[in-house]
């Protein structure tokens, strides 16, 4: 996924009210930034570390600016949520992720029952219902997920084991937006029962596929597929 402007550099001040990030940018003045991830972020967030913004499209919005990545670790780690649909989508599309290559019909934002997938796809074979969740969150070399208890998480965990029942593929994709992890998992302490849900899932044939992505300033792009443990 390719940036359509361009991002404006700026150093993080603070992020509060969940949503809202004040960013200083290069010229000196000082901005405030949607942030679309309303989770704790608590191992994403690092004061006066470097960012990139994006300027809003709707010039009626409040908050002209949305922020997008922050530099800790060496790394980029992409921080907008919004972004990981668009990514897989266009993976699957052009063939980019193995597992999940072969289909000639994709679509976004599909219902199936009283649910609404990020990905469908399918070809003669197969139909296959594409959940995506952004990852951030960091313990050791572990990437985590949720960040903050998601009561429609398990619900998605849920209808997928539905789709599976119903003898379709069902698939659990997680975008890590950093790289400075090497193993992924449900984050057990702040979601017990999300972290139950999705064992039961892979134990009733949902699929799991942890990606890290590539975060840069130009693009964000699917890097590889890293191992899970439940």
Request: charged share 30%; with cysteine; proline share 5%.
């Given at each position: 996924m390719k940036f359509e402007t361009p991002l404006?550099?700026?150093?993080?001040?603070?992020?509060?009210?969940?949503?809202?990030?004040?960013?200083?940018?290069?010229?000196?003045?000082?901005?405030?930034?949607?942030?679309?991830?309303?989770?704790?972020?608590?191992?994403?967030?690092?004061?006066?570390?470097?960012?990139?913004?994006?300027?809003?499209?709707?010039?009626?919005?409040?908050?002209?600016?949305?922020?997008?990545?922050?530099?800790?670790?060496?790394?980029?780690?992409?921080?907008?949520?919004?972004?990981?649909?668009?990514?897989?989508?266009?993976?699957?599309?052009?063939?980019?992720?193995?597992?999940?290559?072969?289909?000639?019909?994709?679509?976004?934002?599909?219902?199936?029952?009283?649910?609404?997938?990020?990905?469908?796809?399918?070809?003669?074979?197969e139909q296959c219902f594409i959940e995506v969740k952004n990852v951030s969150m960091k313990e050791g070399e572990w990437a985590l997920f949720p960040d903050a208890v998601t009561t429609r998480g398990q619900k998605h965990l849920r209808t997928l084991m539905e789709v599976k029942k119903q003898g379709m593929r069902a698939v659990m994709v997680y975008i890590i937006q950093r790289a400075d992890v090497s193993k992924f998992g449900p984050a057990k302490e702040v979601d017990p029962v999300y972290a139950a849900t999705l064992k039961e899932a892979y134990e009733n044939g949902v699929e799991i596929i942890p990606l890290i992505a590539d975060v840069s300033p130009e693009e964000i792009k699917i890097k590889k597929e890293i191992p899970f443990f439940l």
């Amino acid at each position: 996924m390719k940036f359509e402007t361009p991002l404006i550099k700026g150093t993080l001040l603070k992020r509060y009210k969940r949503f809202l990030s004040d960013i200083k940018l290069e010229d000196g003045s000082i901005v405030i930034a949607h942030c679309t991830n309303s989770g704790s972020m608590k191992t994403c967030i690092e004061e006066n570390a470097p960012v990139y913004v994006s300027p809003a499209k709707d010039p009626k919005r409040k908050t002209k600016y949305t922020w997008e990545m922050i530099f800790i670790n060496n790394g980029w780690i992409g921080i907008n949520t919004g972004h990981p649909n668009k990514i897989v989508y266009e993976a699957v599309l052009n063939g980019e992720i193995e597992k999940l290559k072969g289909y000639t019909h994709v679509k976004r934002e599909v219902k199936f029952e009283d649910s609404r997938f990020d990905v469908y796809a399918e070809n003669d074979k197969e139909q296959c219902f594409i959940e995506v969740k952004n990852v951030s969150m960091k313990e050791g070399e572990w990437a985590l997920f949720p960040d903050a208890v998601t009561t429609r998480g398990q619900k998605h965990l849920r209808t997928l084991m539905e789709v599976k029942k119903q003898g379709m593929r069902a698939v659990m994709v997680y975008i890590i937006q950093r790289a400075d992890v090497s193993k992924f998992g449900p984050a057990k302490e702040v979601d017990p029962v999300y972290a139950a849900t999705l064992k039961e899932a892979y134990e009733n044939g949902v699929e799991i596929i942890p990606l890290i992505a590539d975060v840069s300033p130009e693009e964000i792009k699917i890097k590889k597929e890293i191992p899970f443990f439940l």
